[in-house]
């Protein structure tokens, strides 16, 4: 096959993906994992898919397939080989030397496309913390250098200090101070939450996987510009407008916030705590779902998941089911009710934010939630005829019975 070509400067890239079949998601395409590299700048050239019962302690994928790999890299002229899992610090150093170029797991490629995307004071130092706690992880001798001795009269570290002590000194050192420095912003952040709060603004939050269109919504909603690309993890930083809403007669506060993926680290959701906690604070969220994914249940559930774990599953919810563009068949209902899994059935929409196809069901939708009455008024909580969410979302039908605003029907 001819070699893939890519814009000048471009890393050559070897993906691999490690099916041990026991239940764990497992994207055998890697279509997702190709698109995490494309977004830090590498040009894929090969994929590979192995099937193991468990990794291999030493190379992760065993000796047969890492020459396997070895050689397609020799072919493509690779420069780097990305794993869709992540990998221990032993098994990258033996890696390495195996196949002779660098090697990077799911993590550390995600960490590279943050600290590329950080554009606010805020965001680069919540990537630069989460990079160095990642890093500190991976200072087990892979460097020659780091073998080497230090001390002596004058010099830093004392007697017969290894290096690799002085760079995780060094490193400590610098969490210390990038974590400080954040508990600060967080003060910054939590002051002007509370003075929003305070003025009895209703707070709305968009949130959802990466790439599901938020900020091409946010952009439509409130006529801003928004950074908004084609792309995984194009924003970063929180953007925060106010959203004038007809049907209720005034504003709300509408912000974008980073969008989540699939094995997202757990160090980066604890350093984008302060960004994240906009989530938790808010009355509603609006969560932005990729209707034309055809892994859009999976990429739901793990937005859930990391709600859960900023401890936001119990903020009202209502979902957005954008790129209605982009949908074949497109569903017969363009509202209805659905179950969310442990919880209240929530209000579902479809929306085209590109093509702007929904937005005032969504306006008048988010009027009621921040009406007095909310998105289930007394007596009126529909719990008959619930539709799940279907593989085929043109398949959900409206419960009978259940509210709608006016201003939609």
């Known amino acids: 096959m001819p070699p893939a070509t890519g814009p000048a400067g471009a890393a050559r890239v ?8 026991n239940g764990q998601h497992f994207d055998p ?25 468990a990794p291999d302690p030493a190379l992760f994928v065993g000796s047969g397939k890492a020459e396997e790999i070895k050689l397609l890299v020799q072919m493509h002229g690779a420069e780097c080989v990305i794993f869709d899992q992540a990998l221990s610090p032993a098994q990258q150093r033996n890696l390495e030397r195996t196949l002779g170029v660098a090697v990077a797991d ?73 974590k400080a420095r954040l508990v600060k912003v967080k003060r910054q952040r939590d002051t002007q939450r509370h003075a929003r709060r305070k003025s009895g603004s209703f707070r709305v939050s968009l949130v959802g996987y990466t790439n599901a269109g938020k900020s091409t919504l946010f952009n439509a909603l409130v006529k801003a510009r928004a950074y908004a690309a084609d792309q995984l993890f ?7 407008r106010s959203l004038y809403l007809e049907p209720l007669g005034g504003t709300v506060s509408l912000s974008d916030t980073v969008g989540f993926i699939r094995d997202l680290p757990h160090k980066l959701v ?22 034309a994914s055809p892994v859009l249940q999976e990429q739901r559930d793990e937005v859930e998941r990391v709600l859960a774990e900023i401890g936001a599953a119990e903020v009202p919810q209502i979902l957005v089911f954008n790129k209605l563009d982009r949908m074949d068949p497109l569903p017969r209902d363009l509202q209805d009710w659905v179950e969310r899994p442990g919880a209240n059935a929530v209000p579902r929409v479809f929306v085209s934010a590109l093509r702007g196809t929904g937005l005032d069901t969504l306006r008048a939708w988010i009027a009621q939630a921040a009406a007095q009455g909310g998105l289930n008024p007394p007596g009126r909580t529909p719990t008959d005829g619930l539709s799940e969410t279907p593989a085929d979302p043109g398949t959900a039908q409206t419960p009978a019975g259940a509210p709608l605003p006016s201003a939609m029907t």
Do not use: N
């Open 14 to 21: 070897v993906l691999v993906g490690v099916d041990f079949g």
């Open 29 to 53: 395409t890697l279509d997702e994992l190709a698109l995490l590299a494309e977004s830090a700048g590498d040009v894929p050239v090969e994929r590979v898919i192995a099937r193991r019962k």
């Open 106 to 178: 799911r993590t550390a490629l995600i960490l590279e496309i943050f600290a590329q995307r950080a554009q606010s004071h805020e965001g680069k130092l919540q990537v630069e913390l989460a990079r160095l706690q990642y890093l500190s992880s991976r200072l087990v001798r892979r460097w020659s250098h780091l073998e080497r001795q230090t001390g002596g009269a004058g010099q830093r570290g004392g007697p017969g200090e290894a290096q690799i002590e002085l760079d995780k000194r060094m490193i400590a050192e610098r969490v210390k101070s990038l």
């Open 234 to 240: 194009a924003t970063l930083d929180t953007t925060t």
């Open 270 to 291: 604890e350093a984008f705590e302060a960004t994240l906690q906009e989530a938790c604070d808010a009355d509603l969220l609006l969560h932005v779902v990729d209707a």
